[in-house]
């Protein structure tokens, strides 16, 4: 596991300091297409950023966040063995890539300073019948963990009902309460089931997807072209002003639901969608 062990450090300075070339893409396709002004000069920030962080194997982003991975393992191999290793990894990659500390002890409120504690690194394993192991990982920012919101349909405030539509104005109404906050441009990812915990997870896991990856089930992918032009839609000003561009892609995942449960999870994810693929 040594050689799976320094993979996963690579893994860690590769997420660190790159943006995934799908989103570096749609960057520039909004900067291409932006007006003049303000957010035409973040867009250019944002693009330099990555630029000079790619050359100089530098954070793209100074808060490393939360690792989260999910990880695919073949029939056969230890589980415990690979969260060991992650765990190890982790630590290194502290030090060496390196990452900020952010693993705190909810109940001393000391920091570990290696980025490993309990649950931390997030850790989600499956088994698959492929003969390789695929480990994603993502860093996930904490302003942007805290914008995300679950609503449990039907909502009357929203006059949203437990329905596709329903979830449309969910998820309208978490990007208006967190536009302008953070690192524009957002992704969002939104999970629809029954329960909080599940919807949670996959909206979580939305953030995997590239953004040219559009859902299987047509009403949903329709849904997801249809809510991204809406939230870019929130940054026209009441005059008719563009304020800049507000998403970059909007990823839905979707589970069965109990007759008297609709729940729907929002998550939000700022332009620096910082995620990469080891396939071992």
């Known amino acids: 596991m040594l050689k799976l062990r320094d993979g996963i450090v690579e893994l860690y300075k590769k997420v660190v300091t790159s943006i995934p070339p799908d989103v570096e893409e749609a960057i520039k396709r909004a ?6 002004g303000p957010s035409k000069e973040n867009l250019s ?3 330099e950023n990555i630029r000079t962080a790619r050359q100089s194997v ?3 982003c100074p808060d490393t966040g939360v690792p989260v991975f999910s990880i695919m393992a073949p ?7 690979l969260i060991n290793t992650v765990r190890e990894a982790t630590v290194i ?3 060496k890539v390196p990452l ?9 409120g000391e920091n570990t300073g290696d980025n490993t504690g309990v649950g931390f690194p997030v850790i989600y394993l499956e088994e698959t019948t492929d003969d390789t192991l695929k480990i994603d990982l993502i860093l996930r920012d904490a302003g942007c963990e805290q914008g995300g919101r679950t609503y449990r349909l039907p909502v009357e405030t929203l006059n949203a009902g437990m ?8 998820v309208l109404d978490t990007a208006e309460k967190t536009r302008w906050r953070g690192c524009l441009p957002y992704i969002f990812g939104i999970g629809i089931g029954a329960t909080d915990d599940q919807v949670s997870l996959s909206a979580k896991r939305q953030f995997f997807r590239k953004l040219h990856d559009y859902s299987e089930y047509p009403a949903i992918a329709e849904l997801e072209r249809t809510l991204l032009d ?3 839609a929130l940054a026209k000003g009441p005059d008719g002003s563009f304020n800049g561009t507000a998403a970059l892609g909007v990823k839905i995942g979707i589970g069965h639901r109990h007759p008297s449960l609709f729940s729907v999870h929002v998550s939000v994810s700022c332009w620096a969608s910082r995620r990469a693929r080891l396939i071992w």
């Not at 900067?31 to 003049?36: F, G, I, K, Q, R």
């Not at 329905?163 to 969910?170: H, M």
């Open 75 to 81: 029939r056969g191999l230890s589980h415990l063995e």
């Open 230 to 232: 809406e939230i870019n």
């Open 45 to 47: 920030r944002i693009l």
């Open 31 to 36: 900067y291409a297409t932006e007006e003049l």
């Open 58 to 60: 530098r954070a793209v």
């Open 100 to 108: 900020m500390p952010n693993a705190i002890d909810v109940i001393s």
């Open 93 to 95: 990659a502290t030090k």
């Open 163 to 170: 329905d596709l539509d329903g979830v449309r104005k969910c």
